[in-house]
């Protein structure tokens, strides 16, 4: 049997503000350097689902899976023409990387998509023009 720290409620917060389309990203890993996912799934402003997506990314370490999970969450919105998003991820590194000129920390094999999702903000103005990028556990 496995030890378990407990249950504890988990709660979904809507998006501050009207229109918005908020995902919630997560990633797996087994290990720092072993099979990694990552996931998310997009809500409007009154909670009702409206997609949701998962992949399987090999093996790589934990960044990479959390990375990945912003840029598929924000290429997925793109290509919907959903404009209005609100991120919502629990891996501080990766909102560091993210928000910040970090383009020399971004794993090698990231950098060419990297580049085309900082610019989809360019040519499709997302509103707000920065992602509401939010490190929360709930």
């Known amino acids: 049997m496995v030890n378990s720290p407990g249950f504890y409620r988990v709660v979904w917060h809507p998006p501050t503000g009207t229109n918005y389309i908020k995902v919630n990203v997560d990633s797996c890993s087994k290990g720092n350097f072993g099979p990694i996912g990552c996931g998310g799934v997009f809500r409007v402003d009154n ?25 598929m969450a924000v290429e997925l919105a793109h290509s919907r023409g959903w404009r209005n998003l609100w991120i919502k991820s629990d891996s501080t590194m ?26 989809l903000f360019v040519s499709t103005a997302i509103t707000p023009p920065i992602v509401p990028l939010v490190w929360s556990r709930s």
């Open 47 to 71: 909670g009702r689902y409206i997609e949701a997506f998962a992949a399987n990314l090999g093996f790589k370490d934990s960044v990479f899976a959390e990375l990945m999970g912003i840029i």
């Open 94 to 119: 990766a909102l560091k990387l993210l928000t910040t000129d970090s383009l020399h920390k971004v794993p090698n094999e990231l950098v060419d998509r990297w580049l085309k999702w900082l610019l």
